[in-house]
């Protein structure tokens, strides 16, 4: 036991910038996910059919084939398809935005139209344009109601961070398999590096509670006392996380 | 090597549909094992004792936050002795009980007091208000939402590769690596993903709409 513990404060620099491509790949994944979310939500509710029917067909496309085929294509198939080569990081980055952007925006479009139809029309009443109506009146209410399963799907994605090891790229993973690797402790590594993702994702869902809280309380809506440290209700996740047509 | 080889293509669409074979006995039965180990702890969740449901919603919470390919491959290295398959099903199926569970939860909470306050009028016994009254009614509600977490396994079932387990993506990767090929075995395994994964989802749709959701 006290093995890996002590290769574990030998290897802090490792662990740390193993942390660190985790971390990076967790953020900037979801930044791009949420960017594509926004993006293809919007297209979604567009009354062009053409609009529309585009972002239908990337949005099946990137839900229905396994995150995990996607990146390993970035990975093994795209250089010698294109002659184009990603960074590890950056494969990761790019498949993990481009599914669960994929997911994120049937949260998008499932929020703006659960916005109740006499919102639009009272902004429509008090003569905004489109554009002022989607950003004062309809993506403020609509944006309270995207974050938890927001929350859902970033933790998600957090969860997903781990396949980078698959593709060389020294996350945490890698680096506490090296540690076990070497001390040949099995269950202790890998409890550890559970409790780690563990402790991450706690973190990230307390983050998002405080997101929502401030975002309810520009709407003037209650913030119960609790809600900060609640954790994230599992249910939501069927909505968003579960598989194909919606 | 340039471009997409329709010859690579034809040669390893037989292997990536064996692998396919694998696949799919995994995600069956994996959901399987969710879904009976997902309604049992739902109905542990309920224990009258703290004692029985704080622990029990912990570990499925710590389950749930934590990465299903860490467990994969914890689960490997620790029970070495296990066939690879067999530790797939049994993770991938405890991993999806946490959710699974939850789907439950919310389908026993959505039965009515009613319900409950009759089956103590007509003395009914623990047992047969679980067995006749409160199942039937939960388990029909949550139908759909074990269909989408199935067609989710499905989509995950690649984790299974990395513990040697010889389903679709093992068979392409390894079909790629022999002749360079990647391009065309992970295309074509990704289009199988596709073609099974969206019309059961469209038929998961159409199950919500039945049912009244």
């Avoid at chain 1, 929502?212 to 994230?232: C, V």
């Avoid at chain 2, 329709?6 to 292997?15: E, F, Q, R, S, T």
Wanted: net charge positive.
């Amino acid at each position: 036991m006290s093995d890996f513990f002590s290769a574990l404060s030998d290897n802090l620099p490792q662990l740390r910038s193993g942390l660190w491509v985790t971390l990076q790949a967790t953020v900037l994944g979801s930044l791009l996910a949420l960017l594509l979310s926004f993006v293809l939500g919007l297209m979604a509710i567009s009354p062009m059919l053409a609009v529309r029917g585009v972002s239908r067909v990337v949005v099946e496309f990137f839900r229905g084939t396994s995150l995990y085929i996607q990146l390993f294509w970035l990975y093994y198939a795209m250089p010698p398809l294109t002659g184009y080569e990603l960074t590890p990081l950056l494969c990761g980055v790019v498949a993990f935005g481009l599914n669960y952007g994929a997911y994120g925006s049937e949260v998008v479009r499932g929020a703006i139209n659960s916005v109740p139809r006499a919102q639009h029309e009272a902004a429509v009443a008090l003569n905004l344009t489109p554009v002022q109506r989607m950003r004062k009146v309809i993506l403020p209410q609509a944006w309270v109601q995207m974050i938890p399963p927001f929350t859902n799907l970033l933790i998600q994605l957090l969860k997903c961070t781990p396949l980078l090891w698959l593709i060389s790229a020294a996350d945490l993973m890698t680096v506490i398999q090296q540690l076990r690797d070497r001390t040949g402790e099995t269950l202790t590594a890998y409890l550890t590096l559970l409790a780690v993702y563990f402790v991450l994702a706690y973190a990230l869902t307390l983050l998002m509670n405080l997101l929502e809280r401030t975002a309810k309380r520009r709407l003037g809506l209650p913030t119960g006392a609790g809600s900060l440290l609640r954790t994230r209700s599992a249910v939501d996740a069927v909505a968003t996380t579960a598989g194909g047509a919606r | 090597m340039n471009g997409f080889d329709w010859n690579a293509a034809g040669d390893v669409l037989p292997l990536v549909l064996r692998g396919f074979e694998v696949t799919l006995l995994a995600t069956v039965l994996g959901t399987l094992v969710a879904a009976v180990l997902g309604l049992a702890v739902a109905v542990a969740g309920r224990a009258p004792s703290r004692f029985v449901t704080v622990p029990v919603r912990a570990v499925m919470e710590f389950i749930r936050s934590t990465p299903l390919l860490v467990q994969l491959v914890g689960a490997a290295a620790f029970f070495t002795s296990v066939e690879p398959l067999t530790i797939g099903i049994v993770v991938l199926g405890i991993h999806y009980a946490a959710y699974t569970s939850e789907v439950y939860r919310a389908g026993i909470d959505g039965v009515p007091k009613g319900q409950w306050e009759a089956c103590r009028a007509l003395s009914l016994s623990p047992r047969r208000t679980w067995q006749a009254v409160v199942l039937p009614q939960a388990v029909r509600k949550v139908l759909p939402a074990l269909g989408n977490y199935a067609i989710s396994m499905f989509k995950e079932t690649p984790f299974l590769a990395v513990i040697t387990v010889q389903e679709m993506v093992f068979e392409a990767r390894r079909y790629g690596a022999d002749h360079f090929a990647y391009t065309e075995a992970f295309t074509l395994a990704g289009l199988v993903f596709l073609v099974a994964s969206y019309p059961t989802s469209l038929l998961m749709r159409k199950l919500e709409k039945r049912l009244g959701h």
